[in-house]
């Protein structure tokens, strides 16, 4: 699949199938978090891959209620779960190096988007969670201290495709040379 394809097939998925996914199609997912970017390689990511049904149970426990991702954590077959290591990238010598602090917000939004492009090509679905509690999370998979649990996504065969959404055009968010006021700005 061609990657400018993927980017503008992938979808969020929200209902799934039941059907398992096979460890040789999970290891290709995992691949693509492996070979991601991130800040002077740091490679800040720890991935938690849960297919037991009461484990999942419990993590949809840690969204609110009414979450459209809710069931999906449940009947999907595999969750997985996007830590950081804290105070690595974006640090050299324990210091920040920018004004932006901890890079690893950054680092595992590249991780999970190359997960979720890497399913999508392989006929798998995802939808990145963000709304949840993370304590409830971590004490839940037992997650070290120095790490922050950043995003979840369920995977699995999606039932239907979904429908792409409206997106804005070019013209409506590049700027040329200096920044232009647009409306809503």
Not at 153 to 175: C, I, M, N, W
Request: with cysteine; net charge neutral; aromatic share 6%.
């Amino acid at each position: 699949m061609d990657v400018l394809d993927a980017i503008k097939g992938r979808r969020s998925i929200r209902k799934y199938r039941p059907d398992p996914v096979p460890d040789e199609v999970l290891e290709k997912v995992l691949e693509a978090v492996r070979w991601s970017p991130s800040w002077a390689n740091t490679q800040c990511w720890e991935v938690i891959a849960i297919r037991e049904p009461e484990i999942k149970a419990k993590a949809a426990e840690a969204l609110p209620p009414g979450n459209p991702a809710l069931s999906s954590l449940r009947d999907a077959p595999i969750l997985l779960v996007l830590c950081a290591i804290r105070n690595l990238s974006g640090f050299k010598r324990g210091e920040a190096m920018t004004d932006k602090g901890d890079w690893f917000m950054f680092d595992i939004g590249l991780a999970m988007e190359n997960l979720c492009l890497a399913a999508h090509s392989l006929g798998l679905g995802t939808v990145i969670i963000g709304l949840f509690d993370a304590k409830k999370i971590e004490s839940l998979l037992g997650v070290p201290e120095n790490l922050s649990v950043v995003a979840m996504t369920p995977l699995g065969y999606p039932q239907k495709e979904a429908s792409p959404p409206k997106r804005k055009e070019l013209v409506d968010f590049v700027h040329l040379e200096r920044y232009r006021k647009s409306e809503g700005t």
